[in-house]
Each structure stands twice: as structure tokens, then as C-alpha cells.
Nanobody, 119 residues
Framework: QVQLVESGGGLVQPGGSLRLSCAASGSFFRIGVMAWYRQAPGKQRELVATIASTGITNYAESVKGRFTISGGNARNAVYLQMNSLKPEDTAVYYC?????????????WGQGTQVTVSS
């Protein structure tokens, strides 16, 4: 069984910073793309950032220049450094990973961690 466990959420003032962490554990062959998604109240879940096994990263336009994704399959962990946070960044943030178990690739999610940006 594969588990993704997030940590690092919390309450921060506008302009502040937070660092989210997600660690993968369990029995698996390898991890592919890792990503962070978020879901604000009343909105659909949206992609925030991805990091491929090659290290190539991609970001949503709304977070470019402010957020940095790091880690990846070499560490079985992924991180999201969030700077210059805005109230509109408030959401539950979810870690996601493509994981190969045996010969089968599956899509796995963490339980989510709340990020609230408010004064």
C-alpha cells in the first residue's frame, strides 16, 4: 500500500511564506511525476505545480514566481515553498504522485493540508 503524508500547512498573513512537505511510504517500485493541487471552498481542485522524474517543473500561472516545487522521485518526497502568499492562495493543498506498484502505475493522493492566508 502506498501512502502520501503531507505536513506544513497553517495560518499565515498575506505576504508570508509556508513550506509544504509530502513524503511517500509503502511498498512500491518507483515514483513518476509528483505534484501539488489545491481546492478552495466552492471551487474545483486545480493543479498548482508538477515535478517530473527528470526534474522538470511546471507551475500554474497564478503561482509562477512565488511558489517553488522541489524533491521528486529521487527522494520519494515533494516540497512546495510558497512565498508572497495571497488570500486567494487559501485552500486545502493535496500532494499527488504517479506510483508504480509491481507492473501497474496508479494515481495516489495525500489527505490534504489546510493553508489559510489571512490578516
Amino acid at each position: 500500500q502506498v501512502q502520501l503524508v503531507e505536513s506544513g500547512g497553517g495560518l499565515v498573513q498575506p505576504g508570508g511564506s509556508l513550506r509544504l512537505s509530502c513524503a511517500a511510504s509503502g511498498s512500491f517500485f518507483r515514483i513518476g511525476v509528483m505534484a501539488w493541487y489545491r481546492q478552495a471552498p466552492g471551487k474545483q481542485r486545480e493543479l498548482v505545480a508538477t515535478i517530473a522524474s527528470t526534474g522538470i517543473t511546471n507551475y500554474a500561472e497564478s503561482v509562477k514566481g512565488r511558489f517553488t516545487i522541489s524533491g521528486g522521485n529521487a527522494r520519494n518526497a515533494v516540497y512546495l515553498q510558497m512565498n508572497s502568499l495571497k488570500p486567494e492562495d487559501t485552500a486545502v493543498y493535496y500532494c499527488n504522485a504517479g506510483v508504480r506498484v509491481g507492473v501497474t502505475w496508479g494515481d495516489y493522493w495525500g489527505q490534504g493540508t489546510q493553508v489559510t492566508v489571512s490578516s
